[in-house]
């Protein structure tokens, strides 16, 4: 087993630890670090930038060809990690000693140890883990303490601001999956960059503080979520349509290919996506059809027949519900735009 030892008090020297350890090339770019890594010992990349509000993060999309102990010292302060896994599996200990608590896909952890205590991840050898850690630092500034987005926090989790060992692991959550591709999406760089990563970083925060209260405050939290092999399943099913919303779905093609029954296909997409199977299906069809009009040469009618559509008058009506006009204003105004460029 590799063990490294890892002090969060800043990011860079997170990467400057990550880097000796597993090796690969670092690269900075206003305030956000990234290593890539391709070698005999670990394959993959860690990204992490630091925000304002004494808030970072850390995301890891490895996989070690030995089992990785990774110690996190928290030596000035006892930050709050909120945790949240994308694929793969890993556990957690308070200490080298300390009981593991093990957090699946899809499931976010709420994580806080006592001053100079250590929390201890490991990583199983020949597993692709993508795991993403938001650190938000419990070290208020004293002139605008009363309104900084880490003492909220602080104050939401910790009573008397003096934290014992604190361990949550939340229910399977998809939602949150998403956003965190939002996040990895953003293609913009500079301070454009900074600020779309921040903002898409604080909703991923309210996202796991939202989902540690509705657990709270469930009485039939087993019953009422999906196994993780469901999930999965869910968000496999979910991806297909996305890429290929033209095709003539059924809720009964839907339940073969994925093995599940109509009511979870149902549960499922209301969960993750607050839309029925047949409303997503039309979501993504909407969202096509826009890509089309701005990008080939197809007429209406023709875009309505590729993406599935029968009706043109219905296809207009969610398209106006969608966008505020109508396909045939949406393409005149992008042609009067790109005139007029």
Do not use: W
């Amino acid at each position: 087993m590799k063990i490294v030892t890892i002090n969060t008090e800043k990011t860079q020297n997170i990467f400057e630890e990550l880097n000796r350890n597993f090796g690969g090339k670092v690269t900075f770019d206003l305030d956000e670090y990234a290593l890539e890594v391709d070698n005999s010992f670990a394959t993959g990349s860690i990204v992490g930038a630091s925000f304002n509000d004494n808030i970072s993060y850390v995301e890891f999309d490895m996989t070690f060809s030995a089992d990785v102990r990774m110690d996190i010292l928290n030596l000035k302060s006892s930050p709050i990690y909120f945790a949240y896994c994308s694929k793969g599996n890993l556990a957690h200990s308070f200490g080298v000693k300390g009981e593991e608590h093990q957090l699946q896909t899809f499931q976010t952890a709420i994580v806080s140890s006592k001053h100079n205590a250590d929390n201890v991840l490991f990583f199983d050898k020949n597993k692709k883990t993508k795991f993403t850690l938001i650190i938000v630092g419990t070290q208020s500034d004293p002139q605008n303490q009363m309104h900084s987005l880490n003492q909220k926090v602080k104050e939401t989790f910790f009573e008397r601001n003096l934290p014992n060992d604190f361990f949550y692991v939340g229910s399977y959550n998809l939602k949150i999956a998403e956003k965190i591709e939002q996040l990895n999406a953003v293609t913009q760089t500079g301070i454009v960059r900074n600020l779309l990563k921040e903002g898409i970083l604080r909703i991923i925060l309210a996202m796991e503080m939202q989902q540690h209260a509705d657990d709270l405050n469930s009485f039939e939290k087993e019953t009422n979520c999906l196994t993780l092999r469901e999930m999965e399943e869910i968000k496999e099913l979910s991806e297909f349509i996305k890429a290929n919303p033209e095709e003539a779905f059924t809720i009964k093609s839907l339940s073969k290919r994925s093995g599940l029954s109509p009511n979870k296909l149902q549960e499922g997409f209301k969960m993750i996506h607050n839309r029925t199977v047949n409303d997503y299906i039309t979501h993504m069809r909407v969202l096509k059809a826009e890509i089309l009009i701005r990008t080939s040469d197809l007429n209406i009618s023709e875009i309505v027949y590729c993406i599935g559509f029968t009706s043109r008058s219905y296809f207009s009506k969610i398209f106006k519900q969608k966008f505020n006009c109508s396909p045939k204003e949406y393409k005149f105004n992008l042609n009067s735009l790109a005139i007029t460029a």
